[in-house]
């Protein structure tokens, strides 16, 4: 049974200290509930600040951030980098811990239950993904087709850079022309322009993967065409990762990719493990806890490691 992300995040203090018990505040952690650890205060500091992970003094405490950054010499700082006198929490360790503050404090992942009842919410994701096709598929306006072959070609000088790193520089390159920077970053705010009306700016987290993994599994309702939305071949979740990993070495809506690339990565997973096209590894299942799983793997997942990590799946897959 997979933990949910209370008892993660109070696993990841526990390794942190190595399951043992030590003086100062101690172990404090240890046998609160969700409620009780949000509200918690260590040395009469709060711990946590619900929705706002970057000003939390649990993750200023695991990255050394003042007022605990006393480990710097000459530091004017009241207390030293936790846990002290033994190794630092790791990016991915703080990421989960972050993003889990940032998100509300969950005490529950946000994984899908394929069920398709859910009205207003479902009918704007239907929504989105119709206004989606519309420019980029079905009825493409002239800029979108001039832009749409330069990030075929780019992805596939991606995939040859990642089958071969030698030829990396072959695809900086080619994705550094004029017209290819002008390609994705039209089409970068075009998706993101997509986004806004359904999800906002930035964008609801929990529904826009939502939407995602239900795209991916092929589980959304119809639309008023009665035309279902999903993604009709596999091997543009290539395309899209490699669109991804474009825009990032271009600096192209960074802070917008860096929430979406996790929706296209949930998006590929729920594909290759509900509908089956492609191998998924990780031990996945295809039901609703198995959809639970894939929302857990992907919020452990560092920013840098999203990319990285949509290539893997996208080689391993065949895509």
């Known amino acids: 049974m997979p933990m949910n992300p209370v008892e993660r995040v109070k696993k990841i203090l526990d390794d942190l200290?190595?399951?043992?018990?030590f003086h100062g505040h101690g172990a404090f952690w240890r046998g609160l509930t969700r409620d009780e650890l949000v509200a918690v205060e260590v040395f009469g500091y709060p711990l946590i600040v619900v929705?706002?992970?970057a000003s939390s003094n649990l993750v200023?405490?695991?990255k050394g951030e003042s007022p605990f950054g006393l480990d710097s010499e000459g530091s004017a700082d009241l207390f030293y980098r936790m846990p002290r006198f033994m190794p630092p929490a790791t990016p991915r360790q703080i990421a989960f811990i972050k993003r889990w503050?940032?998100?509300?404090?969950?005490e529950h992942e946000a994984g899908v239950v394929f069920d398709v009842r859910h009205g207003d919410r479902l009918a704007g994701y239907t929504g989105y993904?119709?206004?989606l096709d519309d420019w980029s598929l079905n009825n493409r306006p002239a800029d979108v087709k001039g832009a749409l072959p330069y990030v075929y070609d780019s992805a596939t000088y991606w995939r040859a850079a990642l089958l071969r790193p030698a030829q990396r520089g072959d695809w900086m390159q080619r994705?550094?022309?004029p017209e290819c920077v002008a390609a994705i970053g039209l089409l970068s705010q075009r998706q993101r322009d997509t986004v806004t009306?359904?999800?906002g700016s930035p964008p609801n987290e929990a529904n826009l993967f939502e939407a995602y993994a239900l795209f991916g599994a092929a589980r959304l309702p119809p639309d008023d065409y009665q035309k279902p939305h999903d993604m009709d071949n596999p091997g543009m979740w290539f395309v899209w990762s490699a669109f991804i990993a474009a825009a990032f070495e271009l600096c192209i809506d960074t802070d917008f990719w860096r929430v979406a690339q996790r929706a296209v990565l949930i998006g590929l997973l729920h594909d290759g493990v509900m509908r089956g096209r492609f191998p998924v590894d990780g031990g996945f299942t295809a039901d609703a806890a198995g959809s639970t799983r894939i929302f857990e793997h992907v919020a452990a997942l560092?920013?840098?490691e999203l990319v990285p990590e949509l290539a893997a799946r996208c080689l391993r897959g065949k895509l």
Do not use: E, H, N, S
């Open 101 to 106: 503050i940032d998100d509300g404090c969950p």
């Open 175 to 177: 994705i550094r022309k």
């Open 197 to 199: 009306p359904y999800f």
């Open 129 to 131: 993904f119709k206004a």
């Open 60 to 62: 200023r405490a695991l």
């Open 302 to 304: 560092a920013d840098d």
């Open 17 to 21: 200290v190595g399951g043992t018990d």
């Open 51 to 53: 929705g706002d992970g």
